[in-house]
């Protein structure tokens, strides 16, 4: 199976700060990686699909970008909205399997 | 307004059965993939399982293969999670959630929790 490494798994940032979070899959999986946030008590909602596409109505400052193994999310100006917990996830259509990384946590610095 | 609403949760016993149910308004149930995934209680997310739009393709993870079952009805829009044969590491907030191109999930429910404990 593949896994999916994400890091770091916390990170504590101000208003204002560049954020960056990495993903990492155990083997290439093309550019099937979507992204996740999750408030606490609340449902993941979907960021970015395909490595880099901004899903409708997600602010611009989320992107997304990487292929192969290796992947990124940037909030280009993390917002007060925008503490939460963000999770990677792949799709493998070999294994008709999908995986989630451990998710990181964005907290206030 | 895409709705996911998940029910049948609840505190059972090991070796135990439940039923979920996610109820689907304001799409064309019909017309996607739908999918299960869990949150144990502090950690990350796990997909379960998948289930085709006319419900003729299944997948399942390991971790549930042979003891819970998915399937939908289409009529009713109305997803299904039957799990039998519960254990204490299924305990688990339980989300349905719309696929998209197969690869992503596009909306969830809330959330039902499932407590497997004596």
């Known amino acids: 199976d593949i896994q999916m490494t994400q890091s770091p798994s916390t990170l504590s940032a101000s208003v204002g700060d560049r954020v960056t979070i990495t993903c990492r899959a155990s083997q290439s999986i093309s550019s099937w990686l979507a992204w996740y946030q999750q408030k606490p008590g609340k449902a993941p909602k979907l960021l970015i699909y395909?490595?880099?596409s901004l899903e409708s109505g997600v602010p611009s400052r989320f992107s997304g970008s990487g292929s192969g193994t290796e992947f990124t999310l940037t909030i280009s100006s993390l917002q007060p909205d925008d503490f939460a917990t963000y999770y990677c996830q792949q799709y493998n259509s070999y294994s008709r399997t999908w995986t989630f990384g451990q998710g990181t946590k964005v907290e206030i610095k | 307004e895409v709705q996911l609403v998940e029910s049948g949760g609840g505190l059972v016993q090991p070796g135990g059965s439940l039923r979920l149910s996610c109820a689907a308004s304001?799409?064309?149930?019909?017309?996607?993939?739908m999918n299960w995934v869990r949150q144990a209680p502090g950690k990350g997310l796990e997909w379960v399982s998948y289930i085709s739009s006319s419900g003729s393709t299944i997948y399942y993870a390991d971790s549930v293969k042979g003891r819970f079952t998915i399937s939908r009805d289409n009529a009713k829009n109305s997803l299904y999670l039957q799990m039998n044969s519960l254990r204490a590491e299924d305990t688990a907030v339980y989300y349905c959630?719309?696929?998209?191109?197969?690869?992503?999930?596009?909306?969830w429910g809330q959330g039902t929790l499932v407590t497997v404990s004596s």
């Open positions: 304001g799409f064309t149930f019909s017309s996607y993939e």
């Open positions: 959630a719309r696929g998209f191109a197969v690869e992503r999930f596009d909306y």
């Open positions: 395909k490595a880099s």
